[in-house]
């Protein structure tokens, strides 16, 4: 099977003017083959570019196997941060031993300074270039999915949460009669050790597989990867991912917003589980990736069944009634052929005590009509206002509030008050949450008693913008100059 690039660019179909500058950058990258690194790995050719580094394909001449080796870039050496987010991926990824996670054999620098990392050479193609194909097989899917929600299951143990979930980032490789699916790309991953690497506002990810905290520009857990997970089982399903727009803005909006179209080739155990990882509210979304792998295996079982023609197992995700033998009567039962007589006169007793009841219970419907005619009126209203009262219950929810810029707020003094349209807020310094998208322009007033209001006038385009500066507070009662001959209170 051919080598495929382990981590291609960006996207589903090449766009011009990237391929124009990327062919710059290949032209520069050439200038890596033939190299020695390490005093063993002999890069052989150029496989794939990311975010942060150049992929190779390479020798480890110690052991005559072919490698993969991630190179920093050399034009990023100057940026610090990208570097300590370079470092942070070897670190991250090489302390993983999950089979779906890209295995890391050794990471290092080169003698110009550039990190690099090690990997395995996977054969196989990406999730995303299997769906230009068309959509996937429910039961595959699961299996897909599974995979993919035990790999986070490790990194989410080790405080790690990926934030890019999507097909460019997953790979499917073909390993004798199993398939397996690798995660790969933890170069953005979050973290209790991560959050020192991102500024406030600062939004990572690729919009059509944002969680709607993500899109929010909230601070991150664990549970943005369960619902990204979640987009991307949808995706594999139904053949699109639930949400897309003309713009990255519009398609986060819908993230936040929109309500999640109901899957049309789903089992309905399938589809209750893709709900559940799909909810916009973190806190009533599944909350392990763990238990994500369990009920997707859950889901399997059930998938399988529907396809043999037989009742399915015992579940969380379908309200069924199992088949068991509660519904047989207990005690032994009569063969064919050796009922008793005393057993045929019981059951000619039976039969009289079913008649006798049958007519009983048509006195009891007579009496049950005459008292609904009488009652109707009165049972009108009522049941007029129970239906209202159920239908404001079960009736449509409000809608979604939009997403926020949360910029920090600081002044030129202490404990200013911040008011956003009219309202107090906080005071400085302090992060404000102002509406994106609801095509309004929002007041930001700087105020200390003893001091002149600043105020700025704003409307974000997206959850990244920054306010325009806030102009320094001037004191009351300052003095201006009048001519040359002293100065005058104001």
């Known amino acids: 099977m051919p080598k495929r690039p382990m981590n291609p660019p960006p996207g589903r179909s090449p766009d011009p003017q990237r391929a124009s500058a990327s062919s710059i950058e290949v032209q520069l990258n050439h200038a890596d083959i033939g190299r020695v690194i390490g005093g063993r790995y002999k890069i052989q050719k150029l496989l794939g570019e990311g975010g942060m580094g150049v992929v190779y394909q390479a020798l480890d001449m110690q052991v005559d196997r072919d490698v993969a080796i991630k190179l920093m870039r050399r034009e990023s050496l100057g940026d610090r941060k990208f570097i300590t987010r370079f470092r942070r991926e070897l670190e ?262 079913g008649k006798a009841m049958v007519a009983l219970l048509g006195l009891a419907a007579v009496a049950v009509v005459i008292l609904t005619i009488v009652f109707a009126a009165n049972s009108g209203e009522t049941a007029a206002g129970e239906t209202e009262a159920g239908e404001a219950e079960g009736g449509p929810t409000a809608p979604l509030a939009l997403p926020f810029s949360r910029p920090v707020i600081t002044a030129n003094v202490e404990s200013a008050e911040v008011w956003v349209d009219n309202d107090l807020k906080c005071t400085t310094p302090c992060e404000i949450a102002v509406p994106v998208g609801d095509d309004e322009v929002h007041e930001i007033r700087l105020r200390k008693s003893g001091y002149v209001d600043s105020v700025v006038k704003w409307r974000p385009l997206t959850v990244t913008d920054s306010p325009p500066p806030i102009p320094d507070l001037k004191p009351l009662g300052g003095s201006i100059e009048v001519g040359k001959k002293g100065k005058k209170k104001r």
């Open 92 to 353: 991250v990824t090489s302390q993983f031993r999950h089979p779906s996670t890209i295995r890391v054999y050794e990471h290092g620098e080169t003698e110009d300074g550039r990190p690099y990392m090690v990997m395995e050479l996977l054969t196989g193609e990406s999730l995303s270039e299997r769906l230009e194909r068309g959509k996937i097989p429910e039961l595959q899917a699961l299996q897909y999915a599974k995979q993919i929600a035990e790999s986070l299951s490790e990194a989410h143990e080790h405080d790690v949460y990926h934030r890019d979930l999507k097909p460019d980032n997953l790979f499917i490789e073909t390993v004798g009669v199993t398939t397996v699916v690798k995660v790969l790309d933890f170069g953005i991953a979050g973290g209790a050790d991560a959050l020192k690497l991102t500024q406030a506002g600062e939004v990572f990810g690729t919009p059509q597989y944002m969680s709607p905290e993500q899109c929010n520009g909230q601070k991150l857990d664990h549970r943005t990867d369960i619902y990204s997970l979640g987009v991307i089982l949808y995706e594999m399903i139904e053949g699109r991912p639930p949400f897309s727009a003309d713009t990255p803005m519009a398609t986060m909006l819908k993230h936040v917003r929109a309500k999640v179209p109901p899957p049309r080739y789903a089992h309905p155990a399938t589809a209750k589980l893709l709900m559940m990882a799909l909810r916009k509210d973190r806190t009533k979304r599944i909350q392990t990736a763990g238990r994500f792998a369990e009920l997707l295996g859950q889901a399997m079982g059930v998938a399988r069944a529907a396809e043999e023609g037989r009742a399915p197992p015992a579940n969380d995700l379908l309200n069924h009634t199992p088949m068991t033998l509660g519904n047989v009567p207990s005690g032994p039962q009569p063969t064919p052929g050796s009922v008793s007589p005393t057993a045929v006169l019981a059951t000619v007793e039976n039969e009289n005590r």
